[in-house]
């Protein structure tokens, strides 16, 4: 069962913000949200993560609405680097999360 | 601090013969986790270890399919008699005690002809 849900694809310009969704009507109270890429070839990487506030980083924003069916990563100058698929993951609080369950993520093309 | 390293990165065999992928974590890790990447696909849990010890294999297929992280070297994952549909990039990640975040390597991709 898909936990969330994202875009295939997406592109944006070099330099301008990069917004993308992520939808998780189902999400439980106790489960966060997490945001991870993979650029082509390596190994996926952290990005951000939180529960209910807003929360930045020196890669990134994360906005998780009031209701926390849906949040939106940030990426505020996308660079060409910054091609990767995103990963939007539930990660709950108890015993078993250290398994990441991974979906098909969004591919996001940033363009010179 | 030297991330996950993980060797070989490519690694080719034919079908029935072993696989054999190391995965050493970051310097003062000793959880290890273990995923799997078909093609087109998401990352999917196969395993979680720490030293000596397998504390969650319910991702790995039953058969042909093994891993361990011993108290000294590298953590391996062991794919006995491989078959096409094991072809696939598999990745390791780490994480120290106390903490379930977890840092990965850059896979290796395993070819099976």
């Known amino acids: 069962d898909a936990k969330t849900t994202q875009p295939t694809s997406m592109d944006c310009a070099e330099g301008r913000a990069a917004n993308l969704p992520c939808n998780h009507s189902?999400?439980?109270?106790?489960?966060?949200v997490y945001w991870y890429r993979q650029i082509h070839s390596q190994g996926p990487q952290y990005i951000i993560h939180?529960?209910?506030n807003n929360e930045t980083n020196e890669m990134a924003s994360l906005i998780i609405t009031e209701d926390r069916k849906s949040s939106t990563l940030i990426l505020p100058h996308a660079t060409l680097r910054d091609t990767a698929v995103y990963y939007c993951?539930?990660?709950?609080?108890?015993?078993?999360?250290?398994?990441?369950?991974f979906g098909k993520g969004t591919l996001l093309t940033v363009n010179p | 601090n030297a991330g996950v390293m993980q060797n070989p990165r490519h690694l080719v065999r034919r079908r029935g013969q072993e696989a054999r992928l190391r995965c050493s974590p970051m310097?003062?890790?000793?959880?290890v986790y273990w995923y799997r990447q078909l093609p087109e696909e998401g990352l999917k849990f196969m395993v979680y270890?720490?030293?000596?010890?397998?504390?969650?294999e319910s991702g790995m297929p039953k058969e042909r399919f093994s891993a361990e992280f011993p108290k000294e070297g590298p953590s391996i994952l062991r794919i006995q008699q491989v078959v096409r549909g094991d072809s696939a990039a598999y990745f390791c990640?780490?994480?120290?005690?106390?903490?379930?975040?977890?840092?990965f390597g850059p896979g290796t991709r395993l070819t099976v002809t």
């Open positions: 990640a780490s994480s120290p005690v106390g903490s379930n975040e977890q840092y």
């Open positions: 189902t999400i439980s109270g106790n489960e966060y």
């Open positions: 939180g529960l209910k």
């Open positions: 993951i539930l990660r709950d609080s108890g015993g078993s999360n250290y398994k990441l369950t």
């Open positions: 310097k003062g890790h000793s959880h």
């Open positions: 270890l720490q030293k000596e010890n397998i504390i969650d």
